[in-house]
């Protein structure tokens, strides 16, 4: 079964810090790709970052950043200057052959001021 | 750009009726569009993967005679929960695919707001 694992449930870090989300999974497949979202209360799920499988470089978008290693198949979520605004739920996913996505259970990340 | 609608966003209903649920997108034509259920707390599960045109392929263990896909036009995708009962209470959320004009790179899913059902 291919599978996405986030181990944390829930994270708590402390404004302006960073903070680290693990994620991984279980493909058997080489072409896919990765994604996190963050679901706010509002619960509109928000695209975060997207990496492309073959591509070796690691993915940054302004205060996130994920650490791929494809080989281990982890693909863990870094948010740095941690903001009150990121509080919420942060799902790990990643689709296969352009249809099949699939998500992790999800973490949920506390701010505190 | 890349907007998907859902509506309604929130709907009550009593036991034993059927309910449709829009999913639309506003900018873009989808041919596949994708509907989750979430449960409070839990991840977003695949229901079904409607494509524009042909019949809805369903995920094990999902109902396709009590939930309804219908993806008549490259914009509008909807599901009936039909005779509703209280444990079909849930956040709907659908999520769509653009193919033709190319804003679905990395294959991406562009989310609606969800719909949230409660079945009396």
């Known amino acids: 079964a291919q599978t996405v694992t986030q181990s944390q449930p829930e994270m708590s870090v402390q404004e302006a810090e960073t903070v680290t989300l693990s994620c991984t999974y279980d493909t058997s497949e080489s072409d896919y790709y990765l994604f996190w979202y963050k679901q706010p209360p509002s619960r509109q799920m928000i695209l975060v970052i997207r990496q492309e499988a073959y591509k070796q470089q690691n993915a940054t978008e302004n205060r996130f950043s994920v650490n791929f290693q494809k080989a281990a198949k982890s693909f863990s979520l870094k948010i740095s200057d941690s903001q009150l605004g990121d509080a919420a739920m942060y799902f790990c996913?990643?689709?296969?052959?352009?249809?099949?996505?699939?998500f992790g259970a999800g973490t949920r990340l506390t701010v505190k001021p | 750009g890349a907007v998907v609608s859902q509506h309604p966003s929130w709907v009550i209903c009593k036991s034993g009726t059927s309910v449709k649920i829009e999913c639309r997108s506003l900018?873009?034509?989808?041919?596949?569009m994708f509907w989750y259920r979430q449960f409070p707390k839990q991840s977003l599960m695949l229901m079904a993967t409607s494509n524009e045109g042909s019949k809805a392929t369903y995920e094990q263990g999902v109902e396709k005679d009590k939930f309804l896909i219908n993806h008549a036009s490259l914009t509008l995708s909807t599901l009936t929960v039909t005779s509703a009962h209280p444990e079909d209470s849930s956040f709907y959320i659908c999520s769509a695919r653009d193919t033709i004009s190319g804003k679905s790179s990395y294959n991406e899913q562009f989310f609606g707001p969800g719909t949230r059902l409660t079945v009396l």
């Open positions: 900018d873009f034509q989808a041919t596949t």
């Open positions: 996913a990643y689709i296969i052959g352009g249809n099949d996505m699939r």
